[in-house]
């Protein structure tokens, strides 16, 4: 009964819905093949993707389309090292015209050392994205304000940092994801700086629709195990949160029934 | 006399190439084996329309940049 129940419990962003509520970039991985094995573990069925040159002059080099089917997984192309508007308006646009799909995510970083995301570049970005028939998911800081100004630009999912790309360090500001997760009603994924499994159960119990994860994964000494761990980790966290968790109390409430202790 | 062909310069992903004169941009695909459904061409920092790459000449200090999906976060 509760299984039936979780199979219809679906990640629904802009209209398409996901059994999956983990997903996964496709960065930092020793080779193509150890990237495509640990999607596959993962169970993600988003990944995030770059726009980059193609390498015109080296025809051996592998192309990521080669190896995962974007026909079976959902390609979502990411302005990752973009520091302006400008630049992630032209990479997303380039990205619309490979594959012909509108839902992308948006990531304009502010900052070399933290890459934290620059808001304001960001905020205008969305605008201008929204107009042109964009379905963004918007890479995002954990402040309520800049979240709910992002969703009446036309946002299709809020992701906020929990901690600065890269950084492994976890959730940071469990509060203003909380907070988040109650002012929207749009797609909450907490997008950079988790490190283990755990930390994606801690963002679904929080409420969160789900996680995207990249150098947790790649990173990890095991990817393939990692890959499994945050899969299952997202899928606990979920029926964690579903099933709702008991009040904390200060004092401690025995488990067994005092009457008729001998 | 076999007559000598023209070279033009253009730019191509970052690099300076030297091309035949009246060339269309599906001969450069060819001739780059480009798969051409995997990636978005812009020339001049416009996007151009795959379906017309037969009918756009290349021409002398264009501007070209073709790209993939790639790994990443």
């Keep these: ?262 | 006399m076999k007559k000598k062909i023209k070279k033009i310069k253009i730019k191509l992903n970052g690099k300076i190439k030297l091309i035949s004169e009246n060339i269309k941009m599906s001969d450069l695909i060819k001739r780059f084996k480009i798969p051409i459904n995997k990636v978005a061409i812009e020339l001049n920092r416009e996007i151009i329309d795959k379906k017309n790459i037969n009918k756009i000449n290349i021409k002398k200090n264009d501007i070209l940049e073709i790209v993939h999906f790639i790994g990443g976060g």
Excluded: H
């Design chain 1, 1 to 262: 009964m509760e299984e039936v129940k979780l199979k219809k419990d679906k990640l629904i962003i802009a209209n398409k819905k996901f059994s999956s509520r983990l997903i996964v970039g496709t960065g930092k991985y020793k080779n193509m093949s150890e990237c495509a094995k640990a999607v596959k573990l993962s169970g993600a069925e988003i990944i995030t993707v770059a726009v980059r040159r193609v390498n015109i002059f080296d025809k051996k080099k592998p192309l990521l389309m080669d190896y995962i089917d974007p026909k079976k997984i959902t390609y979502l192309p990411n302005t990752a090292g973009c520091f302006n508007s400008e630049e992630a308006l032209r990479t997303l646009r380039l990205a619309r015209d490979i594959g012909g799909w509108n839902l992308v995510k948006l990531e304009v970083l502010g900052d070399k050392q933290n890459l934290f995301p620059d808001m304001i570049e960001t905020l205008k970005s969305t605008e201008v994205l929204a107009n042109e028939g964009f379905k963004i998911m918007v890479y995002c800081t954990d402040d309520p304000l800049m979240a709910k100004r992002l969703e009446n630009s036309g946002a299709s999912a809020i992701m906020p940092l929990a901690a600065p790309i890269g950084s492994g360090l976890g959730i940071q500001n469990k509060i203003n994801i909380k907070i988040i997760r109650n002012q929207t009603k749009l797609p909450l994924i907490i997008d950079a700086g988790l490190g283990q499994a755990s930390d994606a159960v801690i963002a679904m119990e929080l409420g969160c629709d789900g996680v995207l994860v990249n150098t947790a994964i790649a990173k990890a000494k095991k990817p393939y195990e990692m890959a499994l761990a945050f899969k299952n980790g997202v899928i606990a966290g979920r029926q964690s949160y579903l099933a709702g968790r008991i009040d904390r109390t200060l004092s401690g409430r025995p488990s067994s029934p005092f009457d008729g202790i001998i």
